[in-house]
């Protein structure tokens, strides 16, 4: 059987990830969310990932102040501020373990990460979550995710959708049209993270992560 993992990044966004957790509240759904850490300084925002991991979704760190991959980064220091810094914030909301997805702009390459950015995923027991189901719902015409998520599902058995909480909000019945095209088709909606997707677990890398990682002296090499 397929399953179908889902993940929301970029929020919390108020008027957003309410109405997101509002539908899979309804469909009985459980999501992580992949917050950026700056965001949770508005209490708006802290109070709807409070509410998320209540409701049982899970709380994942997609950096600070999502300004750029990591790869973009010439000075020493930004894997402590980006990382650490958004982690601080999450505090006691991060749950299971601590997953983080760097930034990645839809795609997998050498920029996602630094050598000082692994290490200190390493260092700090990190579970990094990638994905292979980015159907780019930031690109108009935005509707156009539903085929991109439906072609992305022949990608794996073990399926991870990346959606963001602000662009899928104005689509929320496109959402509803894509679960109810999963459910026909039999594939099962999960809260598990695929292992194909966790290259390291809990600070040990299990899969190779070179290819996630730049050169440090010519970022996105
Ligand atoms: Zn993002």
Redesign the pocket.
Known sequence: MTTLTLTF??GPVPGATDAILDRLRDRGLLATF?V?GERLLDPAGRRLAERARAEGHWIGN??LT?TKPFGEYEEPGHAAVEIGGAEALIGDLASPERFF?P???GQLGPHLLTPEARDHLIDHRYTLVTWNNVPRDWVEPQRDWLERAIDGMAASERNLI?L?DHCIVEMLDTLDAFLDRMAADGVEIVQAMPEECLPIRRGRVVLPIDGFVGDAAAPGA
Do not use: A, E, L, Y
Request: glycine share 8%.
């Open positions: 990044d970029n992949f950026i997609h950096t999502h997805r930034v990645g702009r990346v963001h």
